[in-house]
């Protein structure tokens, strides 16, 4: 079944692993070249893919070298401290983690050696989207199940169908899955991502997300005229089963940040801004860029809203360690604005994206 590379389901009460095979990519989704799509040299991107997979490989061979030693002492740990099995499950998502990286470099080895040999390149696109969507669910489904979070997702009939774009919170290393696990790998919907540059360092991120029509921006670089540019390029030939996702935030909550951006604004002596911003306690203000540039390109698209929360507080592999997520239960709420209620002027956007924004921050206060 591997070679098929169907897309990944879960069951709803994600117990229950089915493999179905997606419907085709569309012909007008294409994998552009890196150097034109992400502005690097080629001796950039294969010098950090030669560092990065070479150690991903020797860390998930140490990591196995190291497990009759290192699991008896994790569980001796979690004895001692009465943590919920926090090292010991932290362990066995390390394990998942690097192992996942190392079969998902061999399959994308795999389905690109047809492409070497002539094979088109809409084939090529597709089965990369579905070996997307294998990695993202086999990592998601094999961390959840090693830390016991329960998931419950309210409003999945509003990414059912395309074109959209996706607006989501972002908070922790694992919300950047949630997209591909519950959009793409439920209904086929294809996300073209706007993701950080320094997620590139993640091998499968950078082996396969630079396969398929996806941007990598600076941080918090969507407010320059160049990466807006490069967003709105995904919103070419988007078609009815196709999406653009961006995380509005720009970059992970946390409190500290939150008072970095109040004290910015402030200093710019933008009132108003203080004001919409001040307001919001659990989300960072949305950065305005990427998402005016989208709706400047194409406005007939839906927008959809997804709201998460019980995510907060694993923002780095330290926070897993501590047990921050074990047992704990991750509540996710999409919601559509249809393109015809989304104002045309920029005042207007940007008052309603404030509004819709200030919702995201009431779901996830309200736990």
């Given at each position: 079944?591997i070679?098929?590379?169907?897309?990944?389901?879960?069951?709803?009460?994600?117990?229950?692993?089915v493999?179905?095979?997606?419907?085709?990519?569309?012909?007008?989704m294409?994998?552009p070249?890196?150097?034109?799509?992400?502005?690097?040299?080629w001796?950039?991107?294969?010098?950090?893919?030669?560092?990065?997979?070479?150690?991903?490989?020797?860390?998930?061979?140490?990591?196995l070298?190291?497990?009759?030693?290192?699991?008896?002492?994790a569980?001796?740990?979690?004895?001692?401290?009465?943590?919920?099995?926090?090292?010991?499950?932290?362990?066995?998502?390390?394990?998942?983690?690097?192992?996942?990286?190392?079969?998902?470099?061999?399959?994308?080895?795999?389905?690109?050696?047809?492409?070497?040999l002539?094979?088109?390149?809409?084939?090529?696109?597709?089965?990369?989207?579905?070996?997307q969507?294998?990695?993202?669910?086999?990592?998601?489904?094999?961390?959840?199940?090693?830390?016991?979070?329960?998931?419950?997702?309210?409003?999945a009939?509003?990414?059912?169908?395309?074109?959209?774009?996706?607006?989501?919170?972002?908070?922790?290393?694992?919300?950047?899955?949630?997209?591909?696990?519950?959009?793409?790998?439920?209904?086929?919907?294809?996300?073209?991502?706007?993701?950080?540059?320094?997620?590139?360092?993640?091998p499968?991120?950078?082996?396969?997300?630079?396969?398929?029509?996806?941007?990598?921006?600076?941080?918090?670089?969507?407010?320059?005229?160049?990466?807006?540019?490069?967003?709105?390029?995904?919103?070419?030939?988007?078609?009815?089963?196709?999406?653009?996702?961006?995380?509005?935030?720009?970059?992970?909550?946390?409190?500290?940040?939150?008072r970095?951006?109040?004290?910015?604004?402030?200093?710019?002596?933008?009132?108003?801004?203080?004001?919409?911003?001040?307001?919001?306690?659990?989300?960072?203000?949305?950065?305005?860029?990427?998402?005016?540039?989208?709706?400047?390109?194409?406005?007939?698209?839906?927008v959809?809203?997804?709201?998460?929360?019980?995510?907060?507080?694993?923002?780095?592999?330290?926070?897993?360690?501590?047990g921050?997520?074990?047992?704990?239960?991750?509540?996710?709420?999409?919601?559509?604005?249809?393109?015809?209620?989304?104002?045309?002027d920029?005042?207007?956007?940007v008052?309603?994206?404030?509004?819709?924004?200030?919702?995201?921050?009431?779901?996830?206060?309200?736990?």
């Amino acid at each position: 079944m591997i070679h098929d590379l169907g897309i990944v389901t879960w069951g709803r009460d994600c117990s229950t692993l089915v493999l179905r095979v997606s419907a085709p990519v569309s012909d007008t989704m294409s994998a552009p070249a890196v150097a034109e799509q992400n502005g690097e040299r080629w001796t950039t991107r294969w010098g950090r893919r030669a560092a990065s997979f070479s150690v991903s490989a020797a860390l998930l061979l140490v990591l196995l070298a190291s497990t009759p030693l290192s699991l008896p002492l994790a569980v001796l740990s979690d004895a001692a401290r009465r943590s919920r099995w926090a090292a010991t499950r932290f362990l066995a998502v390390a394990l998942v983690y690097l192992g996942c990286e190392l079969l998902g470099l061999t399959l994308g080895l795999v389905v690109w050696l047809p492409r070497a040999l002539g094979g088109s390149r809409a084939r090529f696109v597709e089965r990369n989207f579905r070996l997307q969507c294998w990695w993202v669910c086999t990592l998601f489904e094999g961390a959840r199940r090693a830390l016991g979070v329960r998931v419950e997702v309210e409003g999945a009939d509003a990414v059912t169908t395309g074109p959209i774009y996706l607006l989501v919170r972002h908070v922790s290393l694992a919300d950047t899955l949630l997209p591909t696990r519950f959009v793409s790998a439920q209904v086929g919907l294809q996300l073209r991502f706007v993701l950080k540059r320094e997620l590139l360092w993640d091998p499968c991120l950078d082996l396969v997300g630079q396969r398929l029509n996806n941007a990598f921006v600076r941080r918090g670089g969507l407010d320059t005229p160049a990466d807006v540019a490069a967003v709105q390029a995904l919103t070419e030939d988007l078609g009815p089963t196709e999406g653009v996702i961006v995380f509005p935030e720009g970059t992970r909550f946390s409190a500290e940040r939150r008072r970095r951006t109040l004290e910015r604004i402030e200093a710019r002596g933008d009132h108003e801004g203080l004001a919409r911003a001040s307001a919001l306690q659990h989300v960072l203000p949305p950065r305005l860029g990427g998402v005016l540039g989208l709706l400047d390109a194409r406005a007939d698209v839906d927008v959809v809203f997804c709201a998460h929360r019980g995510l907060s507080g694993a923002r780095t592999f330290g926070d897993l360690l501590s047990g921050a997520l074990v047992g704990r239960t991750l509540h996710i709420r999409f919601w559509r604005c249809p393109a015809r209620e989304i104002p045309r002027d920029e005042a207007g956007r940007v008052a309603w994206l404030h509004d819709q924004w200030a919702r995201v921050d009431a779901f996830v206060g309200a736990a």
